[in-house]
């Protein structure tokens, strides 16, 4: 699993010229690395994460996401990498608040045409893995920040992703469940699986084997 | 397969928890699925209506009247026409004796009749035997009138005992209490044995030879050409005429089979033939002076009047189920506009456009099927038992309209959940993930 980006440009519409979020980003990350994006505040670090994720498309320059060039995939390919490949874990969690626990986690094998009863064990195993044994009923009204990033992680994780991208996972969690969440998040990444990871704590970053560092929208090594 | 029942059971799960969107946007698909019922179920009561008339007395009939309606230009020009008379009926039955019926009738109004002491009002109608061979059913007791009480203008009737009338609602009853002129006589003879007895009418004494029942109206074949003609005693045609029950020239109604539908126009031809060697008649202009009414005109006329009328309807229908279709798609898109965080999560863990489109299409189709079920339930209610406990007839609701009924609901929300479930796959994922 490679992520190669070559003078990655991302404008917004708005105004006579755009407004630039990225502006010629380049880079590589290999399988299993632990990549921690960090800059302040609206330096484009979003949005790269969800170019890297499929989730958005790129104004300029160049992506390849395990050897396939990004531009050139089609809807139905992107969704099924994102299914497949990519698992998200973000700072407002996402999940569907109606929802179980379990039935979160269930909710990517279901896209994946799982088995109804391979699907539940699965989802059950993993809620167990991230310490959510005994609250799969539990909606995430019902449960803590820390949980419900708990609930997330495991939902990340369904389909046996090969990266998992976290947006800011500890923004909303007080520090003990941040720590929590990190040492998880590093636990996988022992596993092999990659992490990109944007954040803004600085002791998370130095945690990282490498950092990617944005100022405006550019690379600041 | 397993997308599709996913998509089922979230939809289940939303349906469940906006209950006051889903029912009103269900409502209106329900009214159409009612409206279209009714509509349908009235076209084919007609049909059905046809088809038991064709069966009673087949299509080969006529009905020669005179014309009263002649318009002259001024009074000097009047002549009245001809009145047709019983002599005329005898000589046309003898130059067309090939006709299954011919029977002609002439009727009195508000007749005195005494029996007992006491004295009501009546209707007498002076028949011929032939009377008999026409295509209502009644139960006969005693005998009917022969040839010998027509030929010999005697004095003898039979009586209508009326049959219970089905229930009615308030508003009938009491326009039946205002023109029910002869309800005395009704009951006189519904409890009294009468056969055999003498009675006075107008002050002539009758024998009552016979009492016809009418049929429970719930064993009548019913009929679109008003069949219900209101009977009371029928006596010769040529008593009534002799004694001077009718003006010497009020005119004869005569109903005429033919007996065979393949010679009907022929016989029409040889009838008007007949008129015009015996009064001048004449085929074209105002200059008619008689009116022969086909009775398979005056069905295609009534039918065709009745399919105008349900068109009307159904094409209510149509409109309800469009206004009901449009509901679905205004929810559906409020209902995309409302979610789109949940479609930038679905789509961020992996669900395709095409997951999101069959997401809100199921939605919108169950919400027509539940329309279309709840619609046919109402429909099915308000035809058979409402409507007989309001006194009207039951609709014909075959087993097959309520289920083309919830179809154009299904079909209805699905055409219109198209451009909804379109806009939401159609969000980009990160920029649905934004919303707030």
Redesign the interface.
């Given at each position: 699993m490679t992520i190669r980006c070559s003078d990655l440009v991302k404008t917004y519409e708005g105004g006579k010229a755009g407004w630039p979020a990225l502006r010629g980003v380049s880079f590589e990350i290999k399988a299993g690395e632990f990549v921690a994006v960090t800059g302040h505040s609206g330096c484009g670090k979003s949005t790269l994460l969800?170019i890297i994720?499929l989730?958005?498309d790129p104004s300029g320059g160049q992506y390849e996401f395990n050897g396939r060039d990004v531009l050139s995939m089609s809807?139905?390919e992107r969704?099924?990498a994102?299914?497949?490949e990519i698992g998200?874990v973000?700072q407002a969690f996402?999940?569907?608040n109606?929802l179980s626990s379990i039935e979160n986690v269930c909710?990517?094998m279901?896209?994946?045409?799982a088995d109804a009863r391979e699907m539940k064990a699965r989802a059950a195993s993993l809620l167990h893995k991230v310490g959510l044994k005994g609250k799969e009923r539990k909606t995430p009204l019902e449960l803590s920040g820390g949980e419900r990033q708990r609930v997330a992680i495991a939902?990340a994780l369904?389909?046996s992703p090969k990266i998992i991208l976290a947006d800011e996972p500890t923004g909303n969690l007080d520090s003990v469940s941040s720590r929590e969440i990190v040492d998880m998040l590093f636990g996988l990444n022992a596993e092999g699986i990659t992490i990109i990871m944007v954040t803004h704590d600085k002791e998370i970053a130095a945690r990282a084997r490498r950092n990617i560092r944005l100022r405006d929208g550019r690379l600041e090594q | 397969m397993?997308?599709l029942l996913?998509a089922v059971k979230t939809g289940f799960?939303e349906i469940w928890?906006h209950k006051t969107r889903s029912v009103l946007s269900f409502l209106a698909i329900a009214v159409g699925s009612v409206v279209f019922i009714d509509a349908f179920s009235a076209i084919f009561a007609t049909y059905n209506r046809l088809q038991q008339q064709k069966a009673v007395s087949g299509m080969a009939r006529l009905k020669l009247t005179q014309n009263s309606g002649l318009a002259y230009a001024s009074t000097e020009d009047y002549t009245p026409p001809p009145p047709i008379q019983y002599e005329d009926v005898v000589n046309l039955r003898e130059k067309m004796p090939e006709l299954y019926m011919i029977s002609p009738e002439v009727r009195t109004w508000h007749n005195v009749f005494e029996y007992g002491g006491r004295r009501m009002v009546t209707s007498l109608t002076g028949v011929t035997p032939e009377w008999i061979k026409r295509d209502y059913i009644y139960m006969l007791r005693g005998r009917f009138l022969d040839w010998h009480d027509v030929d010999n203008k005697l004095r003898v009737c039979v009586l209508m005992r009326k049959s219970a009338l089905p229930p009615i609602n308030g508003f009938y009853k009491s326009r039946m209490r205002q023109w029910n002129y002869t309800a005395n006589f009704d009951t006189m003879v519904d409890h009294n044995d009468l056969l055999g007895k003498t009675v006075i009418i107008d002050g002539f004494t009758f024998t009552v030879i016979g009492i016809l029942e009418e049929l429970p109206y719930s064993k009548r074949p019913s009929t679109i050409l008003g069949s219900n003609q209101d009977y009371k005693v029928l006596a010769p045609v040529t008593t009534l005429s002799h004694y001077g029950f009718v003006r010497p020239n009020q005119s004869l109604e005569v109903n005429i089979d033919t007996g065979n539908e393949r010679t009907f126009e022929e016989s029409i031809r040889r009838l008007k033939n007949f008129l015009k060697i015996r009064f001048g008649y004449e085929e074209s202009g105002d200059e008619e002076y008689f009116i022969i009414e086909n009775q398979l005109d005056l069905i295609k006329e009534r039918i065709g009047d009745s399919i105008k009328a349900s068109l009307v309807t159904i094409s209510l229908g149509m409109l309800a189920f469009i206004a009901g279709g449009i509901g679905i798609m205004n929810v559906t898109l409020a209902t995309v506009f409302a979610r789109t965080?949940?479609i930038?999560?679905?789509?961020?863990?992996?669900?395709?456009?095409?997951?999101i489109m069959l997401q809100f299409i199921v939605e919108a189709v169950m919400l027509g099927l539940i329309g279309g079920v709840l619609g046919s339930a109402i429909g099915y209610l308000w035809g058979v038992p409402v409507k007989v406990m309001v006194g009207m007839d039951a609709s014909h609701i075959k087993p097959w309209m309520p289920l083309v009924s919830v179809f154009i609901a299904v079909m209805t929300a699905f055409v219109f959940a198209i451009y909804p479930a379109w806009v939401a796959a159609g969000l980009?994922?990160?920029d649905a993930?934004r919303a707030e």
């Open positions: 969800n994720g989730l958005d809807d139905q969704s099924s994102r299914l497949g998200f973000f996402h999940l569907l109606r909710l990517p279901m896209y994946a045409g939902r369904a389909n | 397993r997308a996913n799960s928890g965080k949940e930038g999560i679905r789509r961020a863990i992996g669900a395709s456009r095409g997951d980009k994922p990160a993930l």
